[in-house]
């Protein structure tokens, strides 16, 4: 359906300088700025139950493999040598190196289970190692996994593969990238953070400058393309100066992407951030100043703004993706990859299908205990009934192109729009009024002060939502 050639045209085209342009009113910012999902699925993780197991998981790739199609393949690795205390992943914390393989083995053994589930025959165009650290593994052990991933799937090897590896400078050594870049990674996603010292102290994550740089250059010369750095706002003593600072670092080693976080301090709900203490952050004023600021000089030293937290050069795959009309998201964020099922692997990991999401355990010595005895690790997930498909598609077009055409998903789903979202439209009237979104009666397209709210606009056609139900989840901003 998404692959309509039409459909894509016709988005593209709709694609204009109004959907470019990014508008930054504090007073509507200050009154949407509430609690909502960040949409890297739908239904979201939180309506994931345990009555999804592991033959809802069978049934679900069986479907899967029946319709065929391309694949995604996304490994979980969750050791890290150190603690960063601002984190908030799924993660095992050791300076244990030799834990490594053990993992690789047990990945290996998850995988030979999964492959012939999906169809080992199918393309896998998109490849991604998450953490955890993936950096921590040691050379054998990364080509151990690539290995025997390439003995079990059939890995796309020309240059349109996505096989990304999200990396800690601290944890490059001399023969990481040479590594990574020989066994077919071609993307790579860099942690920064911050790049102030006494910013790095506070979250113990000591980075300095010339360390990111030099992994930058290495990349660059090896040939990766498209090289993300992960920065977070909102860190222990971060200013609008010294962010602004650390900003013009970032832009003079002039990555392809930018991903800009907003931290989220939850300490009774994450552990490592007890060790951050609340009266050394910024207020929520400085908050929003570091974030304005830091659009305005991103988008003045020409990046565009992607949506949410992303940013991209014009002539990146997302930005060229966006305007073509074809980016996708999912748990690892904004994607060009629409058309691929999602196998997961190792612990936590989260996998989809057209019709299902399906999450492994969580707990390290649980998904290792399945593993050896030979079972899935599967603990939740979540059937999507026909009314959740068609508001995934919805909340896609919005998170992903700010419009959604009427026509084109009354194509697609063969209902009428207005009908369908009555309810919707009626609270969506608001909005509209405020100039977050236009409506012209054919088309809904998200205006230029309402695309940094678009979680907001995006969550009035959340099910799930209704009532005002959006407490578990972080702030917009």
Not at 234 to 250: I, K, M, R, S, W
Not at 350 to 374: H, R
Not at 397 to 407: E, N, V
Request: charged share 25%.
């Amino acid at each position: 359906m998404l692959g309509n050639a039409g459909a894509q045209a016709k988005l593209a085209q709709g694609y204009d300088e109004i959907a470019k342009t990014l508008v930054w009113n504090e007073a509507l910012i200050r009154r949407y700025d509430l609690s909502g999902p960040r949409y890297t699925s739908y239904p979201t993780a939180v309506e994931f139950n345990q009555d999804f197991g592991v033959d809802q998981l069978l049934a679900a790739a069986e479907r899967s493999r029946a319709q065929g199609g391309p694949l995604s393949l996304y490994t979980h690795l969750p050791f890290c040598a150190r603690l960063c205390y601002y984190c908030a992943c799924n993660k095992e914390v050791t300076r244990k190196r030799d834990k490594a393989m053990p993992y690789v083995q047990r990945l290996l053994k998850e995988a030979a289970m999964q492959a012939p589930l999906f169809g080992a025959e199918r393309q896998v165009r998109q490849l991604h190692w998450g953490g955890g650290t993936p950096t921590f593994l040691p050379p054998e052990a990364m080509r151990t996994l690539m290995a025997g991933y390439r003995d079990l799937f059939n890995l796309q090897s020309d240059d349109e593969r996505d096989f990304s590896v999200e990396i800690d400078p601290r944890e490059v050594d001399d023969q990481t990238l040479a590594t990574l870049w020989d066994l077919g990674f071609n993307r790579i996603s860099l942690g920064v953070q911050d790049l102030n010292l006494k910013v790095q102290k506070a979250v113990n994550r000591i980075q300095p400058l010339s360390m990111t740089q030099a992994v930058l250059n290495e990349s660059r010369r090896l040939g990766f393309r498209s090289i993300n750095l992960d920065l977070i706002y909102g860190l222990p003593h971060q200013t609008p100066d010294t962010f602004a600072e650390t900003l013009e670092q970032v832009i003079d080693m002039s990555p392809d992407r930018l991903s800009v976080f907003s931290y989220a301090h939850l300490p009774e709900r994450f552990f490592p951030q007890t060790r951050i203490r609340a009266e050394d952050l910024p207020t929520p004023a400085e908050k929003l100043t570091i974030l304005h600021n830091t659009i305005a000089r991103l988008l003045e030293a020409g990046y565009e703004y992607i949506g949410m937290d992303h940013f991209a050069k014009p002539d990146d795959s997302l930005a060229v993706a966006q305007r073509n009309g074809q980016l996708h998201r999912n748990f690892q964020g904004y994607t060009t990859h629409s058309d691929c099922d999602l196998v997961s692997l190792g612990v936590s990991a989260i996998g989809q299908t057209d019709d299902a999401y399906f999450q492994n355990t969580p707990v390290l010595a649980d998904w290792e205990q399945a593993i050896d005895e030979n079972r899935l690790a599967i603990v939740r997930g979540v059937e999507l009934t026909d009314d959740d498909r068609i508001r995934r598609w919805v909340i896609g077009q919005l998170i992903c192109h700010f419009r959604l055409d009427r026509q084109q998903f009354e194509q697609v789903w063969e209902r009428e729009f207005d009908f369908y979202f009555a309810d919707e439209l009626a609270q969506l009237a608001t909005m509209v009024n405020d100039g977050l979104i236009a409506d012209d009666g054919r088309t809904l397209q998200v205006q230029p002060q309402g695309r940094l709210l678009i979680r907001a606009i995006c969550q009035l056609f959340d099910y799930y939502r209704k009532g005002g139900a959006g407490q578990r989840f972080s702030r917009i901003i």
